[in-house]
């Protein structure tokens, strides 16, 4: 007996059964870039769209530029900080131990149960 289930077998966001019969791709053209440490960065990019100056290279972090032999500078001149650091630039001590303080208070008050 049919249930009248038009869609059987089929998945929620599946890809239609003939991808290449139904749509036609858009254009692309492969992009080279080349980092600091001779990494070579490859892509695909839209035949109309504009190259970017520069693209960060997905092993070292650097960025990295069209030319080979004149890749462009490291864009991290400060050094690493860690999450301390960027928590001091934003406090105090006072307020650190303000909310220390607050923080102690409400975990003994949990703690005893009031």
């Known amino acids: 007996m049919p249930s009248g289930n ?8 599946s890809a239609p ?5 139904r749509t036609e791709p858009a254009p692309r053209r492969p992009v080279v870039y080349w980092c600091r440490n ?3 960065v490859q892509f695909l990019i839209a035949a109309e769209a504009e190259t970017p100056a520069t693209w960060d290279c997905p092993r070292c972090g650097e960025p990295a530029g069209p030319d080979p032999g004149n890749p462009p500078g490291r864009q991290r001149t400060e050094p690493y900080k860690t ?5 001091q630039e934003r406090r105090t001590p006072e307020e650190g131990e303000a909310l220390l303080a607050e923080a102690l208070d409400a975990l003994r008050r949990r703690r005893s149960g009031t």
């Not at 038009?6 to 966001?13: D, F, K, P, S, V």
């Not at 059964?17 to 019969?21: A, I, L, P, S």
């Not at 999450?83 to 928590?87: F, G, I, T």
Request: no cysteine; charged share 30%; hydrophobic share 35%.
């Open 83 to 87: 999450h301390l650091a960027y928590v």
């Open 6 to 13: 038009l869609i059987r077998g089929t998945r929620i966001g």
């Open 17 to 21: 059964e003939r991808f290449d019969q």
């Open 38 to 40: 001779h990494h070579r």
